[in-house]
């Protein structure tokens, strides 16, 4: 059954086309992912998911309701924003209840909600805290435990963990992922950062200029990237795209990952070492081929200089081809192309 669907769906302001003819549905307990560069249109997306704009054009659909023009009060959903907007006079507890209190919600039934929620996040001992004696992540549990306790069958989520330190951000990725398994809710997630989209979700909406680059899950996007910008978002570092012309003819662009290039003695091309970045458990080489540069990630420390002359080569089955002109993945290899020495 279908959660969220999105029929042609546009938001304009005056001359600025924020979002432009966006369809896709999500299914009900999926965990998907928009992602995209800053000003791609991901967060305006979420926000007609929400009913915080109303579109220009096309539909919003909920469960099989077409909730266009509803308001965010009638689409019974939850969301969670970037700032954690928690109120500074309330303590935990309290900024949990706040949206169950507002809407009426009984005493019996908000104790036994509260005690749910401060379980599966484990905010059991920091009920009677104020938020300025939490740490980040500790207040990012209670801007989730706002949104869970509402208990409805959608939440959307606007890039919640932007504010947090690197090992706070992996540490919460996994509690979420879990957290929205064990609710078995349908979960939006507004992200930048490909890290967040590729191991967090079912499904990943790729956003390029206010439109859909590509709706596919991680292993889709990450092995058969369906446009030049979506193979050089997903990834790191972000796949070569280069032309060779002994491997497509004009107008054809070859595309290989850094991680599927590797060194040899005697065969494949010859490349000249520009720089060398040494990243513990492997090591990143900038070469060049030609006139095109191209990244190698290669296993353990790489002693050659600056300046060296290596040879690179890959298999013919790491190789990806896209049309020059609209940057679209061509299904089948130019006739000219010739298999790269194993």
């Known amino acids: 059954m279908s959660a969220i669907r999105l029929q042609q769906v546009s938001k304009a302001w005056a001359e600025v086309h924020a979002v432009a003819d966006v369809s896709f549905t999500a299914q009900a307990g999926q965990f998907v992912t928009l992602l995209g560069p800053s000003g791609c249109g991901k967060s305006t997306t979420l926000r007609l998911i ?3 704009e109303t579109p220009t054009s096309g539909s919003v659909h909920l469960f099989d ?5 509803q308001t965010p ?12 907007a ?3 006079h309330l303590d935990v507890a309290q900024n949990i209840l706040f949206g169950l209190k507002v809407r009426g919600v009984g005493a019996a039934e908000c104790a036994l909600r509260l005690q749910r929620t401060a379980e599966l996040l484990g ?7 104020k938020p300025a004696q939490l740490s980040g992540g500790q207040q990012q549990r209670v801007a989730l435990g706002r949104a869970i306790i509402a208990e409805t069958p959608v939440c959307l989520m606007d890039e919640p963990l932007s504010n947090l330190d690197a090992q ?3 540490e919460m990725r996994q509690e979420l992922r879990a957290l929205q398994r064990q609710l078995g809710i349908t979960m939006v997630y507004v992200t930048h950062d490909q890290t967040e989209a590729m191991s967090m979700a079912d499904q990943v909406i790729l956003m390029h200029a206010g439109r859909i680059e590509q709706n596919a899950t991680p292993a889709e996007l990450y092995a058969q990237p369906a446009t030049v910008f979506a193979a050089r978002f997903i990834g790191t570092p972000p796949m070569n795209v280069v032309a060779l ?3 497509a003819p004009a107008g054809v662009l070859l595309g290989v990952r850094p991680e599927a290039i590797r060194l040899a003695s005697d065969t494949g091309h010859a490349a ?4 060398v970045e040494y990243l513990g458990a492997d090591s990143l080489l900038t070469c060049r081929i030609g006139a095109a540069q191209l990244n190698a990630r290669v296993p353990g420390h790489h002693a050659n200089a600056v300046g060296a002359t290596v040879r690179l080569v890959w298999h013919a089955e790491d190789e990806h081809f896209f049309d020059a002109a609209s940057g679209h993945r061509l299904t089948q290899p130019p006739r000219q192309h010739v298999e790269m020495v194993r």
């Open 245 to 247: 012309p002994e491997h």
């Open 73 to 84: 009060a009638q689409r019974h959903l939850s969301m969670v924003f970037q700032s954690y």
């Open 86 to 88: 928690l109120f500074p």
């Open 272 to 275: 000249q070492v520009l720089a």
């Open 123 to 129: 905010l059991g001992a920091l009920l009677h805290r």
């Open 168 to 170: 706070l951000r992996q």
């Open 65 to 69: 309701r077409d909730v266009t023009h």
């Open 50 to 52: 929400a009913g915080l």
